[in-house]
């Protein structure tokens, strides 16, 4: 297929099974170009039933065989797959960029994140962390009991489902942060493609497998799903052999996959992050200069064309005075902030209908809208405004509006300002802007609150960026995750697919490796 500057995009529309090229039977489809919602791409068809099966049974069969492997044997394969996308060139960042919207730069960025991540998790492997190991000495001259020789690691739980992010064609998806973490753990990845960009996916596919296939990988260890519709996904969670789930998208993408893992006669945990609105708490010490924090706060909303999980959609504002310079300036920033591809058709239609519904409730007024940009799906940014009465009397303004989009809500005191952040969902992040004493001492009696309902909170800065290291929490309270105690992004996200396992008074010869005594070999 011959793509922008003369390369050529060498995806096929099939799913890959562990390295085998499995066409689909389903209906046709095709993927879209974002800027003009045009078919573009070789003809896909879903994955049938039994190709969904076969997925899963490759996985399980290569479970214990992948669980056994040396831990610089399991590094070696995700430092591999780094390379073999690096080595993919342009030839991956054009497809996406056709796909998705997104500009080269952007995709530039997010290729190095995803390979930086995998080799992150390379290192977590060779560290021996992954494992876990705990030691409790025996006691046998304890009375009134003896206590018994104790020790415990952590072993993966067996073959992951993943579903990609529509936002992150790279970081989020095929070799994304669920993909690298749970490989990490030990455990093969069945990988669901996202429909928004099956080219982009297959490409990064073919080149985990060629990873595998270098390092010599157990056959199963990954495979990549094709699907459109909700029925492939759906047959994978309910498939017994799948034992944990991975998903970022939609709220209700997320619902329908936790009530199929919950359906089944043995339930298994879905890590899925869903949604978030990300307030953005502004003290009035932080409106000495309201020109510069409206243009920053501008350029975090309008980041990725506000399709990002940390994008600030909710901007609390003081009454008075100052809070009135900061909305006369947002409107004046947002002006000259010129609309984005977005990611989907579908998804720009959603946008709009969700400013629409913003502007048609009581109360809500325009703060400012930039331009649109060139095409029919890159609307302009917009805030709108209301009274935290009216905010707090409408349920349906706490919604996500998924893209440059805000709702910006006016406090009068303290105590209003923590009635609204009490009422609100959990989220992913939540950020406050402050300077002073007085505003120190606010943030401080604020804080407890936050940390109830945010996975990561951010002081004088902004939530889009999320760094990929150790310290990191990509995560938060329901909605935001449907397992608040995790993270996606950084170090701590294997946790997410392993289990303890405590071995009671067992011989050196028993023990698995990094548990034995003598460390001669079992």
């Not at 068809?45 to 399991?74: F, G, I, K, T």
């Not at 290291?469 to 993270?487: D, I, L, N, R």
């Amino acid at each position: 297929m011959e793509m922008p500057g003369g390369t050529v995009a060498p995806h096929t529309g099939h799913s890959i099974l562990a390295g085998r090229d499995a066409p689909g039977t389903g209906p046709v489809w095709r993927g879209v170009r974002a800027a003009t919602g045009e078919a573009w791409g070789p003809q896909l068809r879903d994955a049938s039933a039994e190709q969904v099966a076969e997925a899963a049974a490759l996985a399980a069969s290569a479970a214990r065989p992948y669980r056994a492997l040396p831990p610089e044997r399991r590094a070696a394969f995700l430092d591999a797959c780094a390379e073999e996308i690096e080595a993919l060139g342009d030839g991956l960042l054009e497809p996406a960029a056709v796909e998705t919207g997104l500009p080269l730069p952007r995709l530039t960025g997010e290729r190095a994140r995803t390979c930086a991540q995998l080799r992150m998790f390379a290192d977590l492997v060779r560290s021996g962390e992954v494992a876990g190991a705990r030691f409790t000495s025996a006691l046998p001259e304890r009375r009134p009991l003896p206590r018994p020789d104790l020790r415990l690691r952590r072993v993966p739980v067996g073959p992951v489902a993943v579903f990609g992010a529509g936002n992150f064609p790279l970081a989020f998806s095929v070799a994304g942060g669920d993909t690298a973490s749970a490989l990490a753990a030990g455990c093969p990845v069945v990988f669901k493609a996202h429909p928004a960009h099956p080219g982009t996916g297959e490409l990064v596919a073919r080149a985990v497998t060629a990873a595998a296939r270098r390092t010599g990988m157990p056959a199963g260890v990954f495979s990549l799903l094709v699907g459109r519709g909700t029925e492939t996904g759906q047959a994978l969670v309910r498939d017994p052999r799948i034992t944990a789930v991975g998903f970022t998208g939609s709220r209700s993408g997320g619902l329908a996959l936790l009530a199929a893992a919950a359906e089944r006669p043995v339930p298994i945990p879905v890590y899925a992050e869903m949604s978030a609105v990300n307030p953005v708490v502004l003290l009035p010490g932080a409106l000495a200069d309201p020109v510069a924090l409206a243009e920053a706060y501008t350029a975090s909303l309008t980041t990725g064309a506000g399709q990002l999980c940390t994008s600030p959609g909710l901007l609390l504002v003081p009454a008075g005075p100052e809070g009135d310079a900061f909305r006369t300036s947002l409107a004046k920033a947002l002006a000259g902030a010129t609309g984005q591809v977005m990611l989907t058709p579908d998804i720009t239609g959603a946008f709009t209908e969700g400013v629409r519904r913003w502007a048609a409730a009581d109360g809500v007024a325009v703060v400012g809208r930039g331009l649109p940009g060139p095409g029919p799906y890159a609307p302009e940014p917009v805030v709108l405004e209301c009274e935290a009465g009216s905010y707090a009397a409408q349920p349906d303004l706490a919604g996500e509006v998924f893209g440059a989009a805000a709702l910006l809500v006016r406090w009068s005191d303290p105590d209003e300002l923590t009635a609204l952040l009490e009422g609100l969902e959990g989220q992913l992040t939540a950020t406050l802007h402050g300077d002073g004493a007085a505003d120190l001492a606010a943030a401080r009696r604020l804080l407890p609150v936050l940390e109830e309902r945010a996975g990561r909170v951010v002081w004088n800065g902004w939530p889009t960026g999320v760094e990929v290291c150790e310290a990191v929490v990509h995560g938060g309270p329901w909605p935001a995750t449907s397992a608040p105690g995790t993270t996606s992004v950084g170090t701590l996200a294997v946790d997410r697919w392993l289990r303890p396992v405590c071995y009671q008074s067992f011989p050196d010869a028993l023990l698995p490796e990094g548990l034995r005594t003598d460390g001669e070999p079992g």
